[in-house]
């Protein structure tokens, strides 16, 4: 018993090993696939990139011209060969002048490979410092390996021209004509830059090659010259001046349904803004831009109500003395002429457009294009004014007897009643002895803050007056999709409000407006705005 007791408890440890055994197995092996999965995945990128790399190569070495090669003492197989040599080394060239070796980095082996492509003592210009010189393979390649470790030289070659063939001493020669666009350099502060649209250079390749063997070609020299310093998008910043017309289109309040001889109206108005922005380009073509800024103005409105008379039957807005007693109350206001309320107003605005320019020609210095966007306004009050004249009567009913107000009862006392015949506003042709009295605008007569979001476009022509400064004139079009002025959805008719005071007409228009006629009288008030504008338009360099 004791025997098989103690072959059970060895089979069991003996199971534990071999479990600790697996489960370390296992771990180890789960370690190495992924490792092997990492390997393969990196390795199939760098086989992509290379694949992408080597295509770019061949396709531009498709593109090199000979046809405007000139010969000079070269038989005509010689030339065939020379100009296979020269491909050979353009290929060789554009795959290790950025001195990356197959991991993406500047090593000793890839500079190494570089400088073999050149002949001891050769020159090379300087592509890849701010100011361009000549200087040795040597240099450039060391120049590349401090300040370019991680990114090498990131360049693209164009236009290859193979521009001349000709023998001289035993030796042959082979004359390339390419653009080099160079994507970093080195400032004058050697701090590395980066440049998207690129530095390019002019430059010119010269191979030679021994008449013995023509296929192995070394570079003897590269000169050449900068044509275009680094142009990349810069921001932008402007300003304008900008006027024109507000239209309206309005409905009036609900309030006003029962008096359909009110036909309140908006007028159109103007608008001045002064305005400053910044630009930022979209892409590196300079034609697409981001534009931000900040407006302020002034605008300019009026509503107006044509000359009417309305009656507000059975009202319950009675003053006077508290022992008359009535069965209804009647009052009736006249508008007499025409009556005008002006708002001025301060504006400020929040753009957000894209800028576009469809069209510029050859020198850019002149060119059209348009500006789409949106924006958002708040009105704030600084003026008002009313212009007019109004009258009203009030029509007690008692019992079987009416009695109006004013009147030339003796028995009536029209003061009581604080009602005065005629009531006229800021009018100079309205002077104070035409039986009439002035009234003064409600003490708590405003606007209420409202954001007005808008759909915004202008058209422009520009012209150029420096090297980076343009004067540019468009068309703002901007149409509200809100409502200009916020409705006050009050219930009270104008010039009718519940007297607190003393029951008179200036008691009754006191009380009787809870903002601006043009939010008491209209439940929506659509704009459409045209100007013409005038602005500078400056990059920041």
Known sequence: MKYLLSILKKNNNMSKINSTFWCKKNFYFTKYQILILAFTFFSICNVNSQKNNNAIIDDFIKTINDKKCIVMNVKDIDVIKLKRATRKAMTKYYTNASLLDNNGMVTRESTQKFKEMFEEESKLLSDITQNTYNMNSDDYASMVFEFFTNTGVVFTLSNPMINKVYENEGYYFTEVEVIKTVHNYLNNKMVMEKCKKGRQLKLVITFRSTIYDIENSL????????????????????????????????????????????????????????????????????????????????????????????????????????????????????????????????????????????????????????????????????????????????????????????????????????????????????????????????ANFGIKLNPIIAANMSPYFYWAISDKSMLQIGIPISYAFTNFFKPSNTSKILFNGVPKIDGSMQDRIDQGLESSMAEDLFKSSKSLSIGIQFGIFTLIK
Do not use: H
């Open 219 to 442: 570079i003897q020299n590269i000169k050449g010259s900068l044509i275009r310093e680094c142009n990349d998008s810069n921001p932008a910043w402007g300003w304008n001046l900008e006027g024109g017309s507000i239209s309206f289109t309005s409905e009036k309040s609900d309030q006003l349904n029962p008096f359909p001889t009110i036909n309140p109206k908006m007028n159109n108005g103007f608008f001045a803004k002064l305005g400053a922005y910044y630009y930022k380009s979209i892409g590196t073509s300079e034609k697409l831009w981001l534009k931000m800024g900040l407006q302020s103005g002034i605008a300019q409105m009026a509503s107006t109500i044509d000359s009417c008379s309305f009656t507000i039957n059975n009202t319950t807005d009675a003053f006077g003395s508290t022992s008359t007693k009535y069965d209804k109350f009647n009052r009736t206001t006249n508008i007499e002429t025409e009556f005008t309320e002006i708002l001025s107003l301060f504006q400020v605005t929040l753009p957000l457009a894209l800028k576009y320019d469809i069209y510029q020609t050859a020198s850019k210095k002149m060119g059209l294009g348009v500006e789409l966007g949106v924006s958002g306004t708040i009105n704030f009050n600084i003026k008002k004014s009313w212009n007019g004249r109004i009258s009203t009567k009030g029509t007690y009913i008692i019992g079987n007897n009416s009695y109006t107000i004013p009147t030339q009862n003796a028995d009536i006392d029209n003061n009581a009643y604080g009602l005065k015949s005629n009531i006229y506003f800021d009018d100079a042709s309205k002077l104070s002895s035409s039986n009439g009295t002035k009234a003064s605008l409600p």
